[in-house]
């Protein structure tokens, strides 16, 4: 049987790709492979995280391709690595919809709450935590799911909840939702797709 080849494409500091290059090295991504490391931002640590792990890299910078330009130059690098499945981590670009249509149900995103709280346009990062706490929420959380063209509407896939703690700052519930949730669920998740991909229900 052969692998899922996975893309992922990411923005910044990459702890999601960690944990999945880290799953797929402990030999728990059975069904799939790493084969590429987008990134849209050259400074992206991630790039470095791919690279210490002999993964293929490309770079389309913000600065240097607007928007319609870099998709266009990603799905051409996506096609021409064999890509049959997209996984967003920590990616900041919401991606339009003739990009989702040419991966419709093959573009997986993770998400730092339990949608569909705190989703939406302008929801990412830390800003989702700064919500939730401004929200007073008690539980939060981290989501998996599928993209499509609404932005955090796609189906769920996986969902972890994690506690708030009295004193939590924006910065100490980011760390500790992905340290409980998102590294945990994400590279699950992950192995359940491509194994469907595969036609394997076992
Ligand atoms: C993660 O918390 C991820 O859930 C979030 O950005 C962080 C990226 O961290 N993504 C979003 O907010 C997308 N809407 P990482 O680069 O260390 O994986």
């Given amino acids: 049987m052969s692998k899922v080849k996975i893309a992922v494409l990411c923005s910044g500091g990459g702890t999601n790709l960690q ?6 090295a402990a030999g ?5 492979e790493v084969v590429l490391v987008v990134a849209d931002s050259r400074e992206a640590f991630a790039l470095k995280r791919a690279e210490s792990f002999g993964v293929e890299t490309a770079v389309f910078d913000k600065r240097e391709y607007p928007r319609a330009a870099r998709e266009s130059a990603i ?5 021409a690595h064999g ?8 990616f ?5 919809a003739a990009f989702v249509k040419e991966y419709e149900g093959r573009i997986l995103n993770i998400h730092p709450a339990l949608l569909p709280s705190f989703g939406g346009v302008g929801m990412y990062g830390l800003h989702v935590h700064e919500a939730a706490l401004a929200r007073g929420v008690k539980v939060t959380g981290a989501t998996v799911h599928y993209v ?11 969902q972890k909840a994690v ?4 004193g939590d700052t924006p910065e100490m519930l980011q760390q500790r939702v992905m340290r409980e949730a998102e590294w945990v669920i994400y590279p699950k998740a992950l192995e359940q797709v491509c194994k ?5 229900t076992i």
């Avoid at 944990?19 to 797929?24: F, K, N």
């Avoid at 900041?92 to 339009?96: A, E, F, G, N, Q």
């Fill in 19 to 24: 944990a999945i290059l880290d799953a797929q």
């Fill in 28 to 32: 728990n991504i059975p069904h799939g």
């Fill in 75 to 79: 799905l051409a690098c996506l096609k």
């Fill in 83 to 90: 890509a049959e499945l997209v996984v967003l981590a920590g």
């Fill in 92 to 96: 900041m670009t919401v991606l339009s």
């Fill in 148 to 158: 499509t063209e609404e932005c955090d509407g796609g189906p769920i896939i996986a």
């Fill in 163 to 166: 506690e708030v703690m009295e």
């Fill in 196 to 200: 469907k991909m595969r036609g394997d």
